[in-house]
T-cell receptor, first 113, second 109 residues
Framework: DAGITQSPRHKVTETGTPVTLRCHQT?????MYWYRQDPGHGLRLIHY???????DKGEVSDGYSVSRSKTEDFLLTLESATSSQTSVYFC????????????FGSGTQLSVL | DAKTTQPNSMESNEEEPVHLPCNHS???????IHWYRQLPSQGPEYVIH???SNVNNRMASLAIAEDRKSSTLILHRATLRDAAVYYC??????????FGKGTKLSVKP
């Protein structure tokens, strides 16, 4: 299995509180991605990174920010969590972009009450 | 971004071949076709990808139509462990994978 660790695995929080999810990799892959998965929507890309301090928006980036200060860590922050952000969040990594396979983490189940 | 269309669900019997179809009529000439699958309570995993020619690996085969507007993922002998949601994906305009809803494959013993 690719060395990807997502933390926490489960989190329950209240509306309006800030939340940070962490993705840590040991593969030294250049690309990192955050997806969310909701029933009826499949996986949707939130943000991605193509190098340290290099990030870009995905299709559902509103309400989310990311940071990548080290190759191995990619953080996803919900500045003020809302109930619509209740979801399963997956981190993925890739060596050289989309033409190489993505390796996914085990996911973080986030519930915003 | 080019989109894909897959059946919502399919059933198969164990140890029989399974053909999972995907339509992508708006595919561009440089789009690769990727397949991933997601087992229950896990993240997606890579299955196979191709551009124009048919592709084989240890997990599956990918048959691509000559006009590239459709493709078929072939599992040669389905096992119970192959029960999953299978995603047919094209590269998005940002260069990223855009997942649709996929096909839920059930395998009966």
């Amino acid at each position: 299995d690719a060395g990807i660790t997502q933390s926490p695995r489960h989190k329950v929080t209240e509306t309006g509180t800030p939340v940070t999810l962490r993705c840590h990799q040991t593969e030294n892959h250049r690309y990192m991605y955050w997806y969310r998965q909701d029933p009826g929507h499949g996986l949707r890309l939130i943000h991605y990174s193509y190098g340290v301090k290099d990030t870009d928006k995905g299709e559902v980036s509103d309400g989310y920010s990311v940071s990548r200060s080290k190759t191995e860590d990619f953080l996803l922050t919900l500045e003020s969590a809302t109930s619509s952000q209740t979801s399963v969040y997956f981190c993925a990594i890739s060596e050289t972009g989309v033409l190489r396979e993505l390796f996914f983490g085990s996911g973080t189940q986030l519930s915003v009450l | 971004d080019a989109k894909t269309t897959q059946p919502n669900s399919m059933e198969s019997n164990e140890e029989e071949p399974v053909h999972l179809p995907c339509n992508h009529s708006t595919i561009s000439g440089t789009d690769y076709i990727h397949w991933y699958r997601q087992l229950p309570s896990q993240g997606p995993e890579y299955v196979i990808h191709g551009l124009t020619s048919n592709v084989n690996n240890r997990m599956a085969s990918l048959a691509i139509a000559e006009d590239r507007k459709s493709s078929t993922l072939i599992l040669h002998r389905a096992t119970l462990r192959d029960a999953a949601v299978y995603y047919c994906i094209l590269r998005g305009s940002q260069g990223n994978l855009i997942f649709g809803k996929g096909t839920k494959l059930s395998v009966k013993p």
